[in-house]
């Protein structure tokens, strides 16, 4: 397992460098979905792989598989209420999402919390990176709310689908991604980006955040499909990279639990911005 983390290393390297080339097509104008000043959400910044073969990234937590081909990746998460009194103006991202993890495209959809000062708020969202993310105004979210997302390629498009089980609400986004490598599938709490210069945000304390059919009961989830292998995290074997966030300097973030015993759902843990 470990020889197979190694040897995407210098793949995992340059991932954060910005896909200037990879441009997707401009999404179609939709009255239900418009653009706000959201942060991006970017492939993951590689940071080190530990002894034990546990990937650390300075933006992302979770797990990620990795394959050939990927064709849909399915998930299920809590939305989990942050402590801004503890972490005032900070962020914290939760999605389920196609690609990032050794390329430079992300086609994904999630929640979001902010932290404005001392005051929190949630937003659905979707992002064909490296285009901006867009709020889901028609989807709103609540701590609490059970959510369910899904990312599809057919022919030569990515379709995002959230919904608010508790609610009922639901949205899809059809687009474009050129270069897209399909190469992996993802399941994340995340710090998105960007500070004034580019860097990453601070991640806000969301606690413990579930994500999986173990704890949200909405079945085929955590789950994906690609060339050779369909279903829930735990069937990718040693393709499971399981991903902690620390900062620049190594100290942790954000640490997710092991999976489950049927491989489908995991907890992740905040520790520090």
Aim: proline fraction near 5%; aromatic fraction near 10%; charged fraction near 15%.
């Amino acid at each position: 397992m470990l020889s197979n983390r190694l040897g995407i290393l210098a793949v995992l390297a340059t991932c954060i460098l910005p896909a200037v080339a990879q441009v997707p097509a401009a999404p179609t104008a939709s009255p239900s979905a418009a653009a706000v000043s959201l942060p991006q959400h970017r492939p993951m910044k590689f940071h080190r792989v530990r002894i034990d073969g546990t990937v650390e990234s300075e933006n992302w937590s979770g797990y990620a598989v990795t394959g050939s081909d990927f064709t849909k990746a399915q998930g299920s998460w809590t939305v989990s209420a942050v402590d801004c009194s503890a972490t005032p103006n900070t962020y914290a991202a939760f999605w389920v999402g196609i690609d990032g993890y050794s390329s430079g495209t992300v086609e994904q959809t999630g929640t979001l919390a902010i932290c404005d000062g001392t005051s929190a708020v949630y937003y659905a969202w979707y992002e064909f990176y490296p285009a901006a993310s867009v709020e889901i105004t028609s989807v709103p979210v609540s701590p609490g709310n059970q959510i369910s997302a899904q990312v599809s390629y057919s022919g030569t498009e990515f379709t995002t689908t959230i919904t608010n089980e508790t609610t009922g609400k639901s949205f899809s986004k059809t687009g474009r991604v050129r270069g897209a490598a399909r190469s992996s599938a993802e399941w994340i709490a995340e710090a998105p980006c960007c500070t004034s210069s580019g860097g990453i945000l601070p991640l806000a304390d969301f606690g413990t955040a579930s994500f999986g059919e173990d704890y949200t009961d909405i079945s085929n989830t955590n789950f994906a499909t690609e060339t050779s292998t369909s279903g829930a995290i735990g069937a990718f074997g040693s393709d499971v990279q399981e991903i902690i966030m620390v900062s620049s300097s190594g100290a942790e973030e954000a640490v997710p639990s092991t999976l489950t015993s049927d491989g489908t759902s995991f907890q992740v843990t905040w520790k520090s911005e």
